[in-house]
């Protein structure tokens, strides 16, 4: 199935969350598209965003406590800082078939968090 990108705003946000590795925020993502479209409206980019994570074309990172941010499709898991809410990609590869024969029926899809304190965190627990 071929998605069309329907607005300039549209290709410009998908372009920057596939380009970055650092899972921006709406508001991130807006400070970046004003480079290229100074009158946006936050507004604009967060329709365009449910939009293009609706449609598959970016993937929506909820965290609780932190505001959502976005990533590119390509299929990777994340491990989450429980405190600082810090947001790394790690690679898994696919636990698919895994996790089909624990559930006992195929699924579409999973995302996968694994919680941890990142070094800076640990240190300042002085662990």
Known sequence: MVLMIVTKYAKKILEIVEQSRNHM???QIFME?????????????????????????IRKVTVEGTPDRYDRILRHDHLVCKECGKLLDVDLGD??????QKVGTAILSYDLKLVYLCDECRKKKGM
């Open 25 to 27: 925020t709406a508001e």
């Open 95 to 100: 636990l698919t078939t895994q996790l089909e």
């Open 33 to 57: 598209l004003r480079h290229t479209y100074p009158t946006v409206v936050l507004a604009t980019v967060y329709n365009n965003l449910n939009r293009l994570s609706q449609d598959d074309l």
